[in-house]
């Protein structure tokens, strides 16, 4: 799969147009980025925790009967995924109260919820990604109902699945964030999944195993992702 010239560069990853007009490749890197880019770093090694531990997830979900971007990962920091249409919108499923949730709500962080939620943010920079319903997401045209109700289901199923596969490594998936997109008439699961797009704590101790240690500023964030993929048996 032959990496053309650069398409975009994102907060966390640059996009590389190939010689099919249907592949893109996926390059991870390890610029971490906070509270709409105002807080910035570098995580030594974020980029290929991230790169292995998306397309882990990823095949597991292909397996459980959510379609995805998935091709094939090319080496270390690279995947080579289908080029989608991005539906704009940020899809965040809670099992937990944390971030946001816990801010907006006053709800305490950390307490179960009875069932899980589900939110959307409309992707959009200028306008600082705001929270939108269904009906708003349809009249700005970002999608349609036939898609909000796929997106819906296959948002909880990918849910049920992570949940009971960090349970069982003794991680708690506290909420996390996806996105779909259009291909060939199929919407499919896009973008990451990782612990810069979810919150993972450790099921005994709470302690805080994904990008939060860098949003607060707890440190070590290297050794926290690094602690994720030893659970998961990423090689
Ligand atoms: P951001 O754009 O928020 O800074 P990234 O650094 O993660 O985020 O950039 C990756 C960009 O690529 C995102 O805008 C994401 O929506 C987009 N993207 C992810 N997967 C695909 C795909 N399969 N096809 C097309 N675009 C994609
Ligand atoms: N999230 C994300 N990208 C965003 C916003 C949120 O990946 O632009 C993820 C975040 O990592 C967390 C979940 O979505 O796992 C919920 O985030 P929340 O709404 O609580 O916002 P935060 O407090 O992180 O700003």
């Known amino acids: 799969m032959e990496k053309l010239e650069q398409l975009y560069e994102g907060k966390a990853k640059k996009i590389f147009r190939t010689s099919d007009p249907y592949i893109l490749v996926i390059e991870y890197k390890d610029d971490a980025a906070a509270f709409h880019g105002e807080k910035k770093g570098t ?44 539906v704009p919108l940020e899809v ?73 596969y960090f349970k069982d490594i003794g991680i708690l998936l506290v909420d996390f964030k996806v996105e779909f997109g259009r291909y060939r008439g199929q919407l499919l699961l896009a973008d990451e999944i990782s612990p810069d797009t979810c919150r993972l704590w450790d099921i005994n101790t709470n302690e805080r195993l994904d990008k939060d240690r860098f949003r607060r500023d707890l440190g070590n964030e290297t050794e926290a992702c690094q602690e994720v993929f030893r659970r998961l048996g990423i090689r």
């Open 92 to 164: 965040i499923v809670r099992n937990v109260s944390a971030g946001n949730f816990a801010r907006r709500l006053g709800v305490e962080e950390g307490k179960k919820l009875p069932c899980p939620t589900l939110e959307f943010l409309y992707k959009d920079d200028a306008l600082g990604d705001p929270m939108v319903n269904s009906y708003h997401a349809v009249a700005i045209g970002a999608a349609t109902f036939e898609e909000i109700d796929q997106i819906t289901k296959y948002a909880f199923l990918i849910n049920d699945v992570m949940s009971k």
């Open 43 to 86: 995580i030594l090694g974020k980029g290929i925790i991230n790169n292995k531990m998306s397309n882990y997830t990823m095949s597991l979900l292909e397996k459980n009967g959510v379609p995805t971007h998935l091709i094939r990962e090319l080496n270390d920091r690279e995947t080579a995924v289908k080029k989608v249409e991005i």
